[in-house]
Nanobody, 115 residues
Framework: QVQVVESGGGLVQAGGSLRLSCAASGKFYEINVMGWYLQAPGKQRELVAAITSSGSTNYANSAKGRFTISADYAQNMVYLQMNSLKPEDTGVYYC?????????WGQGTQVTVSS
């Protein structure tokens, strides 16, 4: 059974930093992409950052220059370092793991940035 578990969310003041972690366990059919999505209050879930097994990264414009995604594919771990946080970064952050056959999602971790 596959599990995707996020950690590291919390409450932080604007300008602060947080580091999110995601651990994926179970049977996967060759993970090729891992990433983070944000569901802000009242909005649809949107991509924040993703990283492929070859190391290619993709960031939302809002994340460029402030967030850094990294991964350890040997351990099925993905991280999101978030700096210079803004109130608009508030929401639930979901970890996304895609293998050759399926997409897998975590339950999400809440990030709240106060102004």
């Amino acid at each position: 059974q596959v599990q995707v578990v996020e950690s590291g969310g919390g409450l932080v003041q604007a300008g602060g930093s947080l580091r999110l972690s995601c651990a994926a366990s179970g049977k996967f059919y060759e993970i090729n992409v891992m990433g983070w999505y944000l569901q802000a209050p009242g909005k649809q879930r949107e991509l924040v950052a993703a990283i492929t097994s070859s190391g290619s990264t993709n960031y939302a414009n809002s994340a460029k220059g402030r967030f850094t995604i990294s991964a350890d594919y040997a351990q099925n771990m993905v991280y999101l370092q978030m700096n210079s946080l803004k109130p608009e970064d508030t929401g639930v952050y979901y970890c996304y793991v895609a293998d050759r056959l399926y997409d897998h999602w975590g339950q999400g971790t809440q990030v709240t940035v106060s102004s």
